[in-house]
Antibody, heavy 119, light 106 residues
Framework: QVQLVQSGAEVKKPGASVKVSCKAS????????VTWVRQAPGQGLQWMGH????????NYAQRLQDRIIMTTDTSTMTAYMELRSLRSDDTAVYYC????????????WGQGTLVTVSS | DIQMTQSPSSLSASVGDRVTITCRAG??????LNWYQQKPGKAPNLLMY???TLQSGVPSRFSGGGAGTEFTLTISSLQPEDFATYYC?????????FGPGTKVTI
């Protein structure tokens, strides 16, 4: 069955970086892309960006463009999202999701990774 | 960025009720509209894409409609497992923005 398993919770200081992993299984990894979405505590969903696992093309949310890097490792079927220069308002649960139609539809989601930014 | 709004922001309903949630886009997005259901502490679950295409495995009591700037998600007969927060998302242009959510409670 399709599964996306994310790395564990992180606590970071302001200004630091965090790298969240998302290991896929149960499907052909390069047939689908990966989308990242975050959710601050008690808040709604924020789309962060998409990466094609086929050719590495990326589409980042402009507001994060200077701080975010999405990568994939097809040999281990793992996607990564790194966010730099963390601020307190980056505290959120970060989700990866399998996507299709060029990143427009996300059908399977990881369990989420809580990233807490606090001094 | 395309702004998405939802109404109502919350609603109280009973099992068996017919419930409709409205989502409006700040500009014409064609049919590039998804609906998700989210329960507390869980990841979102895709219900509908391209406004009216039911995702595999989603019960047929869920239906979607609309195009352009106004969309609806209807639950024909609310079930206990449907009490959750519902989000729309436009995928017409990046960033693929979400609506603020509609919380459905008992």
């Amino acid at each position: 069955q399709v599964q996306l398993v994310q790395s564990g919770a992180e606590v970071k200081k302001p200004g630091a970086s965090v790298k969240v992993s998302c290991k896929a299984s149960g499907y052909s990894f390069t047939t689908y892309g990966v989308t990242w979405v975050r959710q601050a505590p008690g808040q709604g969903l924020q789309w962060m960006g998409h990466i094609s696992t086929h050719n590495g093309d990326k589409n980042y949310a402009q507001r994060l463009q200077d701080r975010i890097i999405m990568t994939t490792d097809t040999s281990t079927m793992t996607a990564y999202m790194e966010l730099r220069s963390l601020r307190s308002d980056d505290t959120a649960v970060y989700y990866c999701a399998r996507d299709f139609r060029g990143g427009r539809v996300t059908d399977y989601w990881g369990q989420g990774t809580l990233v807490t930014v606090s001094s | 960025d395309i702004q998405m709004t939802q109404s109502p922001s919350s609603l109280s309903a009973s099992v068996g009720d017919r419930v409709t949630i409205t989502c409006r886009a700040g500009q014409n997005i064609g049919s590039f509209l998804n609906w998700y259901q989210q329960k507390p502490g869980k990841a979102p679950n895709l219900l509908m894409y391209t406004a009216s295409t039911l995702q595999s495995g989603v019960p047929s009591r869920f239906s979607g409609g609309g195009a352009g700037t106004e969309f609806t998600l209807t639950i024909s007969s609310l079930q206990p497992e449907d009490f959750a927060t519902y989000y729309c998302q436009q995928t017409y242009s990046s960033p693929f923005t979400f609506g603020p959510g509609t919380k459905v409670t008992i």
